[in-house]
Protein backbone atom coordinates (compact mmCIF):
# COMPACT_ATOMS: atom_id res chain seq x y z
CA UNK A 1 0.00 0.00 0.00
CA UNK A 2 1.09 3.52 -0.87
CA UNK A 3 2.29 5.23 2.07
CA UNK A 4 3.52 8.92 2.50
CA UNK A 5 5.38 10.57 5.51
CA UNK A 6 5.67 13.77 6.78
CA UNK A 7 7.18 15.63 9.58
CA UNK A 8 7.64 17.42 11.75
CA UNK A 9 3.60 17.20 12.58
CA UNK A 10 3.85 20.94 13.84
CA UNK A 11 5.86 23.94 13.19
CA UNK A 12 6.13 27.24 15.04
CA UNK A 13 9.15 29.42 14.20
CA UNK A 14 9.17 33.39 14.06
CA UNK A 15 8.91 35.45 11.17
CA UNK A 16 11.99 36.27 8.91
CA UNK A 17 13.05 31.88 10.09
CA UNK A 18 14.21 29.50 7.26
CA UNK A 19 11.86 26.24 8.02
CA UNK A 20 12.26 22.56 5.88
CA UNK A 21 9.48 20.86 5.82
CA UNK A 22 10.18 16.51 4.92
CA UNK A 23 8.51 14.48 3.03
CA UNK A 24 8.77 10.10 2.70
CA UNK A 25 7.19 8.21 0.52
CA UNK A 26 6.53 4.09 -0.92
CA UNK A 27 4.61 4.04 -3.81
CA UNK A 28 4.08 1.52 -7.01
CA UNK A 29 5.40 3.06 -9.84
CA UNK A 30 6.19 6.07 -8.77
CA UNK A 31 5.31 8.90 -11.11
CA UNK A 32 5.20 12.03 -9.30
CA UNK A 33 5.30 13.82 -6.17
CA UNK A 34 3.45 16.89 -5.01
CA UNK A 35 3.30 20.09 -2.95
CA UNK A 36 0.19 22.04 -1.90
CA UNK A 37 -1.14 24.28 0.71
CA UNK A 38 -3.66 24.31 2.51
CA UNK A 39 -5.22 27.26 4.57
CA UNK A 40 -9.03 27.25 5.50
CA UNK A 41 -10.25 25.85 2.08
CA UNK A 42 -9.18 23.79 -0.59
CA UNK A 43 -5.06 22.63 -1.48
CA UNK A 44 -3.56 24.97 -3.43
CA UNK A 45 -0.46 23.20 -5.58
CA UNK A 46 2.79 24.08 -5.11
CA UNK A 47 4.82 21.85 -7.07
CA UNK A 48 5.16 18.92 -9.23
CA UNK A 49 8.35 16.89 -8.86
CA UNK A 50 8.93 14.32 -11.16
CA UNK A 51 12.80 13.55 -11.92
CA UNK A 52 15.36 13.47 -8.90
CA UNK A 53 17.97 16.47 -8.20
CA UNK A 54 15.87 18.65 -10.00
CA UNK A 55 15.29 21.79 -7.55
CA UNK A 56 11.77 23.92 -8.23
CA UNK A 57 12.16 27.12 -6.80
CA UNK A 58 8.66 29.45 -6.81
CA UNK A 59 9.93 32.86 -5.22
CA UNK A 60 10.81 32.13 -1.41
CA UNK A 61 9.48 28.28 -1.85
CA UNK A 62 11.77 25.82 -3.42
CA UNK A 63 11.75 21.39 -2.97
CA UNK A 64 13.64 18.83 -4.14
CA UNK A 65 13.02 15.44 -4.86
CA UNK A 66 15.49 12.22 -3.59
CA UNK A 67 14.04 9.36 -5.89
CA UNK A 68 16.76 6.88 -4.64
CA UNK A 69 16.23 7.75 -1.03
CA UNK A 70 12.63 8.13 -1.40
CA UNK A 71 11.44 11.57 -0.11
CA UNK A 72 11.10 15.24 -0.56
CA UNK A 73 12.14 18.70 1.01
CA UNK A 74 9.89 22.09 1.17
CA UNK A 75 11.55 25.00 2.19
CA UNK A 76 10.81 28.28 2.76
CA UNK A 77 12.94 30.88 3.36
CA UNK A 78 12.24 34.42 4.84
CA UNK A 79 8.89 33.37 6.22
CA UNK A 80 6.20 35.20 6.30
CA UNK A 81 2.65 35.08 8.66
CA UNK A 82 1.04 34.59 5.36
CA UNK A 83 2.95 31.34 4.79
CA UNK A 84 1.15 29.70 7.79
CA UNK A 85 -0.94 27.34 6.70
CA UNK A 86 -0.61 22.93 6.46
CA UNK A 87 1.88 22.02 4.02
CA UNK A 88 0.41 18.59 2.22
CA UNK A 89 2.93 16.00 0.41
CA UNK A 90 1.44 13.12 -1.93
CA UNK A 91 3.07 11.06 -4.46
CA UNK A 92 1.18 9.41 -7.44
CA UNK A 93 1.19 6.21 -9.12
CA UNK A 94 1.70 5.49 -12.57
CA UNK A 95 0.49 2.91 -14.99
CA UNK A 96 -2.75 1.60 -13.28
CA UNK A 97 -1.44 2.81 -10.06
CA UNK A 98 -2.73 6.41 -11.16
CA UNK A 99 -4.07 8.16 -8.03
CA UNK A 100 -2.96 10.58 -5.18
CA UNK A 101 -1.47 9.51 -1.84
CA UNK A 102 -1.69 12.22 0.83
CA UNK A 103 0.67 12.65 4.27
CA UNK A 104 -1.12 13.97 6.85
CA UNK A 105 0.50 17.29 6.51
CA UNK A 106 2.53 19.76 8.25
CA UNK A 107 0.90 22.37 9.92
CA UNK A 108 3.10 25.32 10.39
CA UNK A 109 2.71 28.63 12.14
CA UNK A 110 4.49 31.96 11.51
CA UNK A 111 4.47 33.68 14.75
CA UNK A 112 4.60 37.61 13.54
CA UNK B 1 -9.65 30.72 -8.05
CA UNK B 2 -8.88 26.76 -9.09
CA UNK B 3 -12.04 26.77 -11.76
CA UNK B 4 -13.05 23.72 -10.35
CA UNK B 5 -17.05 24.46 -8.98
CA UNK B 6 -18.13 22.21 -6.42
CA UNK B 7 -22.12 22.67 -5.24
CA UNK B 8 -23.60 22.69 -2.60
CA UNK B 9 -20.50 24.73 -0.15
CA UNK B 10 -22.60 22.96 2.48
CA UNK B 11 -24.77 20.37 3.29
CA UNK B 12 -26.36 19.29 6.56
CA UNK B 13 -28.20 16.27 6.62
CA UNK B 14 -29.58 13.02 8.95
CA UNK B 15 -28.19 9.54 9.38
CA UNK B 16 -29.60 7.09 6.83
CA UNK B 17 -30.05 9.84 3.91
CA UNK B 18 -28.43 10.38 0.83
CA UNK B 19 -26.93 13.00 -0.80
CA UNK B 20 -25.49 13.93 -4.04
CA UNK B 21 -22.68 16.10 -4.14
CA UNK B 22 -21.77 17.91 -7.91
CA UNK B 23 -18.90 18.85 -9.38
CA UNK B 24 -18.04 20.94 -12.70
CA UNK B 25 -14.46 20.78 -13.59
CA UNK B 26 -12.04 23.51 -15.08
CA UNK B 27 -12.85 23.93 -18.57
CA UNK B 28 -10.71 21.22 -20.90
CA UNK B 29 -10.19 18.94 -18.37
CA UNK B 30 -10.82 15.48 -18.76
CA UNK B 31 -10.27 13.91 -15.26
CA UNK B 32 -12.56 14.29 -12.22
CA UNK B 33 -11.10 13.30 -9.03
CA UNK B 34 -13.11 12.97 -5.78
CA UNK B 35 -11.71 13.20 -2.47
CA UNK B 36 -12.54 12.69 1.31
CA UNK B 37 -11.26 15.25 4.50
CA UNK B 38 -11.89 13.96 7.72
CA UNK B 39 -9.94 15.28 10.57
CA UNK B 40 -9.00 12.08 11.97
CA UNK B 41 -7.96 10.49 8.48
CA UNK B 42 -6.81 13.59 6.36
CA UNK B 43 -7.11 13.70 2.60
CA UNK B 44 -8.10 10.52 1.47
CA UNK B 45 -8.71 9.59 -2.30
CA UNK B 46 -12.23 7.98 -3.22
CA UNK B 47 -12.28 7.66 -6.80
CA UNK B 48 -11.05 9.32 -10.32
CA UNK B 49 -12.99 9.37 -13.66
CA UNK B 50 -11.34 10.20 -16.68
CA UNK B 51 -13.39 11.39 -20.20
CA UNK B 52 -16.51 9.52 -18.29
CA UNK B 53 -14.83 6.45 -17.45
CA UNK B 54 -13.56 4.75 -13.96
CA UNK B 55 -10.08 5.02 -14.12
CA UNK B 56 -8.71 4.57 -10.56
CA UNK B 57 -10.48 3.48 -7.25
CA UNK B 58 -9.31 4.58 -3.45
CA UNK B 59 -10.77 4.13 -0.30
CA UNK B 60 -14.48 4.42 -1.18
CA UNK B 61 -17.18 2.83 0.68
CA UNK B 62 -19.60 0.77 -1.05
CA UNK B 63 -22.01 2.94 0.18
CA UNK B 64 -20.51 5.64 -2.11
CA UNK B 65 -20.41 6.17 -5.56
CA UNK B 66 -20.00 8.09 -8.59
CA UNK B 67 -20.40 9.03 -12.10
CA UNK B 68 -19.03 11.18 -14.64
CA UNK B 69 -21.08 12.63 -17.15
CA UNK B 70 -21.01 13.48 -21.24
CA UNK B 71 -20.85 16.96 -20.79
CA UNK B 72 -17.41 16.32 -17.75
CA UNK B 73 -19.68 17.40 -14.79
CA UNK B 74 -19.13 14.78 -12.13
CA UNK B 75 -21.51 13.65 -8.75
CA UNK B 76 -20.81 11.85 -5.94
CA UNK B 77 -23.69 10.23 -4.32
CA UNK B 78 -22.91 9.13 -0.65
CA UNK B 79 -26.06 6.75 0.72
CA UNK B 80 -27.15 5.20 4.02
CA UNK B 81 -25.44 8.25 5.68
CA UNK B 82 -23.57 7.68 8.95
CA UNK B 83 -22.29 10.13 11.43
CA UNK B 84 -18.44 9.22 10.51
CA UNK B 85 -19.39 10.48 6.80
CA UNK B 86 -19.13 14.14 8.21
CA UNK B 87 -16.05 15.13 6.19
CA UNK B 88 -14.92 17.90 3.52
CA UNK B 89 -15.54 16.35 0.35
CA UNK B 90 -13.24 17.97 -2.70
CA UNK B 91 -13.37 17.12 -6.13
CA UNK B 92 -10.31 18.02 -8.01
CA UNK B 93 -9.86 17.90 -11.86
CA UNK B 94 -7.35 17.76 -14.75
CA UNK B 95 -6.44 17.82 -18.41
CA UNK B 96 -5.59 14.26 -18.84
CA UNK B 97 -5.02 11.19 -16.28
CA UNK B 98 -1.46 12.09 -15.58
CA UNK B 99 -1.48 16.21 -15.01
CA UNK B 100 -1.55 18.22 -11.99
CA UNK B 101 -4.66 18.45 -10.12
CA UNK B 102 -6.52 21.76 -9.37
CA UNK B 103 -8.93 21.29 -6.44
CA UNK B 104 -12.72 23.04 -5.90
CA UNK B 105 -13.68 25.06 -2.78
CA UNK B 106 -15.39 21.52 -1.47
CA UNK B 107 -18.48 20.43 -0.10
CA UNK B 108 -18.88 20.50 3.85
CA UNK B 109 -21.21 17.49 5.08
CA UNK B 110 -22.24 17.48 8.25
CA UNK B 111 -24.64 14.26 9.13
CA UNK B 112 -26.61 14.35 12.39
Known amino acids: EDKVVQSPLSLVVHEGDTVTLNCSYE??????LLWYKQEKKAPTFLFML????IEKKSGRLSSILDKKELFSILNITATQTGDSAVYLC????????????FGTGTRLTIIP | DSGVTQTPKHLITATGQRVTLRCSPR?????VYWYQQSLDQGLQFLIQ???????AKGNILERFSAQQFPDLHSELNLSSLELGDSALYFCASSVDRLATQYFGPGTRLLVL
Open chain 1, 50 to 53: TSSG
Open chain 1, 27 to 32: VTNFRS
Open chain 2, 27 to 31: SGDLS
Open chain 2, 49 to 55: YYNGEER
Open chain 1, 90 to 101: AVEGNFGNEKLT
